[in-house]
Nanobody, 115 residues
């Protein structure tokens, strides 16, 4: 059974930084293209960034230049560093495969950017 567990969110002032983590189990982590998504209440999840098994990455325009996605296949863990946070980054952040698998959605981690 695949399980993805996000952590690292919190309340941050504008201009601050966060590093989110996604720990996986029950899957051959290195085989999958993985992604970070974020969702606000009542909306569909938006793709934030994704990373292929080979390490190539893509960023949504909303975070490009401020975010860095990385993965540690030995630890079956993916990360998302976001710098210079803005209030519009406020959301629940999730990790999943790309395309996402419904059964893999976890609880997410809340990021709130506010002064």
């Amino acid at each position: 059974q695949v399980r993805l567990v996000e952590s690292g969110g919190g309340l941050v002032q504008p201009g601050g930084s966060l590093r989110l983590s996604c720990a996986s189990s029950g899957m051959i982590f290195s085989d999958y293209q993985l992604a970070w998504y974020r969702r606000n209440p009542g909306k569909q999840p938006d793709l934030v960034a994704r990373m292929s098994p080979s390490g190539s990455s893509f960023y949504a325009s909303a975070v490009k230049g401020r975010a860095t996605i990385s993965r540690d296949n030995a630890k079956s863990t993916m990360y998302l560093q976001i710098n210079n946070l803005i209030p519009e980054d406020t959301a629940v952040y999730y990790c999943n495969t790309l395309p996402p698998v419904a059964a893999y959605w976890g609880q997410g981690t809340q990021v709130t950017v506010s002064s």
